[in-house]
């Protein structure tokens, strides 16, 4: 059974920084394209970045562009988002999801982590 673990999460202060990881295990890591969503309480899960199997296209909400970075390491089958200068709005639960499709649309992913919660303080 694939599995998806995020890691990370925590509360900053606005302005602030974090990182957080997604280690994958039991999938061939390498054929999957790599997203990262969000969901706030009382609202949707929404895409914040994508990186494709190779790592050469990356995709972000307009929202985050210029302050979060995907990334990913296939050789340590794990992906990464770094986020930068946070804002309030950025607080919610973060999840990594693996899919065979370069896309926004969540329902185009397999497999999804446990979620790992960010809060950002003003």
């Known amino acids: 059974q694939a599995q998806l673990v995020e890691s990370g999460g925590g509360l900053v202060q606005a302005g602030g920084s974090l990182g957080l990881s997604c280690a994958a295990s039991q999938l061939t890591f390498s054929v999957y394209s790599m997203g990262w969503f969000r969901q706030a309480p009382g609202k949707e899960r929404e895409f914040v970045a994508g990186?494709?199997?190779?790592?050469?296209?990356?995709d972000y909400l307009d929202s985050v562009k210029g302050r979060f970075t995907i990334s990913r390491d296939n050789a340590k089958n794990t992906v990464y988002l770094r986020m930068n200068r946070l804002k309030p709005e950025d607080t919610a639960v973060y999840y990594c999801?693996?899919?065979?499709?370069?896309?926004?649309?969540?329902?185009?992913?397999?497999?999804w982590g446990q979620g790992t919660q960010v809060t950002v303080s003003s």
């Open positions: 990186i494709s199997r190779s790592g050469d296209t990356t």
């Open positions: 999801a693996a899919g065979l499709t370069f896309t926004k649309r969540s329902k185009d992913y397999y497999y």
